[in-house]
């Protein structure tokens, strides 16, 4: 690992420090997740002791923002390129940011392709001379990068484990906060790789577990609120259309 590039994440929201950390393949990149912070204070304190080459922030974080980071690391760091995340398309944000030194400056929710495409850039200046034309992602058969399918198996999978977990609440925008993408985004994703919508996953996996209460003795009243109706009518009418019969005739 000592080769790889040190990258350190600062954002105040743990579910996009984690889904940025973990679903996205920094090793093939050359580059390694080395701390996250919740704020700016915690990355200068990090870089004080620790090495660091690269640098993804938001903006808007307490104690001290993504630009007072990036003035402080400018002075302080200069050689280490810094990409912030921004939630708002705000043109001020960006010019402020630019006048600041950033190397990139990206839009909240960031998709795969753009967070691939920005890092691939930085990073090749960095280590690279500028005339080196900077290296070509491999591709599959269907002209994707290849490294997307397993970014989208791991986000998919995450999203099935929350789906699961928490079949009466599951949402898709539940699910779009817990990865940190657009709920269009998830959508897009979730039946690329599933051949199935995500209402389709999330009914699916509420009768399946609604069978399963009802096998074990569960009123239909307590089954359709366990897997998230309030209304036990609805519920029934819903599991028939799933399963071929009334929930009361399930139980037997």
Not at 34 to 59: Q, W
Not at 110 to 125: D, Q
Not at 196 to 209: G, I, W, Y
Request: aromatic share 10%; glycine share 6%.
């Amino acid at each position: 690992m000592s080769s790889y590039m040190k990258l350190v994440i600062a954002d105040d929201e743990p579910n996009i420090r984690d889904s940025l950390s973990q679903l996205f393949p920094w090793e093939e990149l050359g580059i390694q997740v080395v701390f996250l912070a919740a704020n700016g204070r915690e990355v200068l304190d990090y870089m004080e002791m620790n090495p660091v080459d690269l640098l993804l922030a938001d903006i808007r974080m307490p104690v001290m923002d993504g630009l007072e980071l990036t003035q402080a690391v400018r002075q302080a760091y200069p050689e280490v390129p810094v990409i912030l995340l921004s939630a708002f398309a705000d043109f001020e944000y960006a010019r402020t940011a630019l006048r600041f030194g950033v190397s990139a400056y990206l839009t909240k929710p960031v998709n795969y392709g753009e967070l691939m495409k920005t890092f691939r850039a930085v990073t090749h200046s960095a280590i690279a001379p500028e005339s080196a034309p900077a290296p070509a992602p491999e591709t599959a058969g269907d002209g994707q990068p290849v490294s997307y399918k397993g970014y989208y198996n791991e986000i998919v999978t995450r999203i099935q484990v929350y789906v699961r977990d928490n079949v009466d609440t599951a949402s898709l925008i539940g699910a779009a906060e817990l990865t940190g993408l657009s709920a269009s985004y998830v959508s897009t994703i979730f039946h690329r790789c599933l051949n199935q919508t995500f209402s389709d996953f999330l009914n699916q996996t509420r009768m399946e577990k609604a069978m399963q209460l009802l096998k074990e003795g569960r009123s239909v009243s307590d089954t359709a609120w366990m897997v998230g109706y309030n209304n036990p009518r609805n519920f029934s009418r819903v599991f028939k259309q799933y399963h071929g019969v009334d929930p009361c005739p399930a139980k037997r």
